[in-house]
């Protein structure tokens, strides 16, 4: 149902870092808001993490009690998160990420799997929400080798980000753009391919874009109930979409295999037995 990463433009998954409902006291910019639930804490949630208000438990616990799996997509997103950059650092040798829609810190963010694959590696994350963005300044470090920085930008302002990439990364190298669970707060499907060619235009021959999005299509009872409730009881919004959908913004690109398939099966390992999500994956290739 709902995506991974913290949404573009309002607000902006978590088992570590200070507990947001002990911050009440706290200088929080303010735009925080903590009567509302909102997908980032409640993602953070589902993921047994502490950095979330009561609303985001309250909401995220109804979703789980329409749509039972809710928790398995999430794990199931993060699992692929690692699997793409293992795969990318260790078998592709891309050193450079763009994470788009961080989300509040986890185990096993992006920086931590590519740098222990690649030291060297470069990392920049994208975050519009402030929580979010302080919880990464002060947990998210880079290994001496390498470099980590974060932009305080939204994803549908994609120009706004590629002015502030350099010197983190270089353009000239290929650089693997992570957008996990993001496109689907964008309501306006042209709005969200928009935003996905003027990224990859910007990157060199040899980049990857790595998608997750909610479908209705792979199952999951309750899932439509659920998302209907959410749009109704917190923020922001989201849509789900079809797979043709989701391989439109694609388009161009040369998708690696096994294609477009739920995120908990992409690469997944050899008997491994991993339940399908609701969620599709892909990978694909700038030529």
């Known amino acids: 149902m709902m995506g991974g990463a913290s949404p573009p433009a309002g607000y902006r998954p978590g088992a570590r870092g200070?507990?947001?409902?002990?911050q009440h006291s706290s200088p929080l910019p303010g735009r925080v808001r903590s009567d509302i639930a909102h997908n980032a804490r409640v993602w953070n949630h589902w993921l047994g993490g502490k950095d979330n208000y009561p609303v985001d438990r309250a909401v995220g616990d109804r979703v789980t009690a329409m749509y039972p799996s809710i928790g398995e997509v999430a794990r199931a997103d993060r699992a692929f998160l690692g699997r793409v950059v293992r795969h990318l650092a260790g078998d592709v040798g891309i050193e450079q990420f763009l994470d788009?829609?961080?989300?509040?810190p986890t185990a096993d963010n992006t920086h931590e799997v590519a740098q222990h694959t690649a030291p060297d590696a470069r990392i920049v994350y994208v975050d519009n929400d402030p929580i979010v963005l302080s919880h990464a300044r002060t947990?998210?470090?880079?290994?001496p080798e390498g470099a980590t920085e974060y932009i305080e930008a939204d994803a549908r302002d994609p120009e706004r980000i590629l002015r502030a990439l350099e010197p983190t990364l270089d353009l000239k190298k290929p650089v693997a753009?992570?957008?996990l669970g993001i496109l689907n707060f964008v309501l306006d499907t042209e709005e969200a391919r928009g935003i996905v060619r003027t990224l990859m235009d910007a990157m060199p021959p040899g980049s990857r874009l790595v998608l997750t999005h909610p479908t209705l299509e792979l199952g999951g009872e309750g899932n439509e109930a659920a998302m209907r409730f959410w749009n109704e009881n917190a923020t922001p919004p989201i849509t789900a979409r079809s797979r043709a959908e989701f391989?439109?913004?694609?388009e161009g690109l040369e998708i690696a295999e096994p294609g477009i398939v739920s995120c908990a099966r992409w690469r997944a390992e050899p008997g491994s037995g991993t339940a399908?999500?609701?969620?599709?994956?892909?990978?694909?290739?700038?030529?």
Do not use: N
């Not at 200070?18 to 002990?22: E, G, K, N, R, S």
């Not at 994956?281 to 030529?287: I, L, P, T, Y």
């Open 100 to 104: 788009i829609g961080t989300g509040l």
């Open 18 to 22: 200070a507990d947001v409902t002990d």
């Open 247 to 250: 391989a439109t913004f694609l």
């Open 139 to 143: 947990l998210l470090t880079s290994s």
């Open 177 to 179: 753009v992570m957008m």
């Open 276 to 287: 399908e999500v609701a969620q599709f994956g892909a990978v694909a290739r700038k030529r």
